[in-house]
């Protein structure tokens, strides 16, 4: 989950070490703009795959199937 202290870091360092660590997956929950990011590893590069904000719904198919709506994570639904 992102924080204002280490915004920066989740965005840019950590996603660039996971990625060069081959994580097949990354995902970020931002709180204070409601919404979940996700990635996947495609030829050693993330491709984004997936954004949902507030009460839209994020659907997708790998790494596994899965469909959330950001709100309903962030208020514990």
């Known amino acids: 989950?992102?924080?204002?202290?280490?915004?920066?870091?989740?965005?840019?360092?950590?996603k660039r070490m996971y990625e060069e660590s081959e994580v097949v997956a990354y995902w970020v929950v931002d709180p204070v703009v409601p919404s979940v990011r996700a990635w996947l590893l495609q030829d050693g590069v993330y491709v984004e795959v997936g954004y949902a904000e507030g009460e839209d719904v994020?659907?997708?198919?790998?790494?596994?199937?899965?469909?959330?709506t950001p709100l309903d994570l962030l208020d514990g639904r």
């Open 1 to 14: 989950m992102l924080s204002p202290s280490t915004r920066a870091v989740d965005l840019t360092l950590k």
């Open 58 to 68: 994020l659907r997708l198919a790998e790494p596994f199937p899965i469909e959330l």
